[in-house]
């Protein structure tokens, strides 16, 4: 496994970031904890979750299958650089009481302290605020999080799906308050087939120093040789992916991509991942594998180099909307 620094922080973490949303609605608790087993035997170190990970009636339940991971072995919780999430409505039922979701002071501690006693910690590393919160000021946001990293509850914190101007925004805020360590990184939905993130999003989180986590990497399977996949009577495309190849043109673009990766006797899938890991400010994509296999699949991409015929390739199927500003300026 290779490693690189988060962002402008000390923390070591691995280029494969585990991905856990699929612990418990799809992947039953074993089969996730021999998953976690084999990503930290792999050397991957930097786990991701979020409260409302379990969904439905469930939430909750992602957390806490890591949990009772970590208690089987108080090794497993000090190699981890665990990442959770706050800012979803906790209610089963949908229907949050005031104060009990997004990111007021209230719900921050109220979040956190639910977090650790399903993660079974007392403490988590990296604190992601899952969306935007409208209503919420950062002056407030900041002041409950300052309080979390005395009380010891937390040590970094990120952002995920942040346009790049609020980016600026909390940590310019969090500059002038002073002593606060402001964001340290943003999860972001980014890949091969979706790079509107190169625009605004990553040119921001590169200049206040944050790293960048992609998520969806393989664009809900898109990217993960669908076609060929149901050419060969295997899983069909669903969602979004389904959704896409029902446009004869963006059909025509993955069987482009499908067949430059055939030519080479690269698996689309792992090629996806490995174009991740070239582009800058890149820490590490998320991987949230159903099964073993497809965990052995992501760790392949970590060693695959891409050849410049190939990158050259890929930007010729999917472009890029160019550097910023110049890409919506003129």
């Given at each position: 496994m290779k490693y690189t620094q988060l962002g402008r922080t000390g923390l070591k973490v691995s280029r494969l970031v585990l991905g856990t949303m699929n612990f418990g609605p799809q992947t039953n608790e074993p089969d996730s904890h021999a998953i976690m087993d084999a990503a930290l035997d792999a050397g991957i170190n930097y786990f991701d979750t979020a409260n409302v990970y379990g969904w439905g009636e469930n939430k909750g339940r992602t957390e806490e299958i890591i949990g009772n991971w970590f208690a089987k072995n108080p090794v497993h919780r000090d190699k981890t650089v665990l990442a959770t999430k706050v800012y979803g409505n906790m209610a089963a039922d949908g229907d949050a009481w005031p104060n009990h979701d997004k990111l007021s002071a209230v719900n921050i501690r109220r979040a956190v302290d639910a977090s650790l006693k399903r993660l079974q910690t007392d403490y988590i590393d990296i604190y992601q605020f899952h969306h935007v919160d409208r209503a919420t000021p950062f002056e407030e946001i900041w002041q409950a999080i300052d309080t979390l990293i005395q009380q010891g509850k937390i040590l970094y914190v990120g952002s995920s799906?942040?346009?790049?101007?609020?980016?600026?925004?909390?940590?310019?805020?969090?500059?002038?308050?002073?002593?606060?360590?402001?964001?340290?990184?943003?999860?972001?939905?980014?890949?091969?087939?979706?790079?509107?993130?190169?625009?605004?999003?990553?040119?921001?989180?590169?200049?206040?120093?944050?790293?960048?986590?992609?998520?969806?990497?393989?664009?809900?399977?898109?990217?993960?040789?669908?076609?060929?996949?149901?050419?060969?009577?295997?899983?069909?495309?669903?969602?979004?992916?389904?959704?896409?190849?029902?446009?004869?043109?963006?059909?025509?673009?993955?069987?482009?991509?499908?067949?430059?990766?055939?030519?080479?006797?690269?698996?689309?899938?792992?090629?996806?991942?490995?174009?991740?890991?070239?582009?800058?400010?890149?820490?590490?994509?998320?991987?949230?594998?159903?099964?073993?296999?497809?965990?052995?699949?992501?760790?392949?991409?970590?060693?695959?180099?891409?050849?410049?015929?190939?990158?050259?390739?890929?930007?010729?199927?999917?472009?890029?909307?160019?550097?910023?500003?110049?890409?919506?300026?003129?």
């Open positions: 799906n942040f346009p790049g101007y609020k980016i600026a925004q909390a940590n310019e805020i969090a500059a002038r308050r002073g002593g606060t360590i402001g964001l340290v990184s943003e999860q972001c939905l980014y890949n091969l087939a979706e790079r509107r993130a190169e625009m605004e999003v990553i040119p921001a989180a590169q200049e206040y120093g944050l790293g960048v986590i992609p998520w969806s990497p393989l664009q809900g399977g898109l990217l993960g040789g669908v076609i060929k996949k149901e050419v060969s009577g295997g899983r069909r495309a669903s969602g979004r992916a389904a959704d896409t190849l029902a446009n004869p043109t963006s059909r025509a673009q993955i069987q482009a991509y499908e067949d430059l990766l055939d030519k080479h006797g690269i698996e689309p899938g792992e090629a996806a991942l490995a174009w991740l890991l070239t582009r800058p400010g890149i820490t590490g994509p998320i991987v949230g594998p159903r099964t073993a296999e497809q965990l052995d699949s992501a760790l392949r991409a970590v060693e695959l180099e891409l050849s410049e015929e190939i990158l050259t390739s890929l930007d010729e199927i999917f472009p890029g909307p160019g550097p910023s500003p110049e890409a919506f300026a003129w």
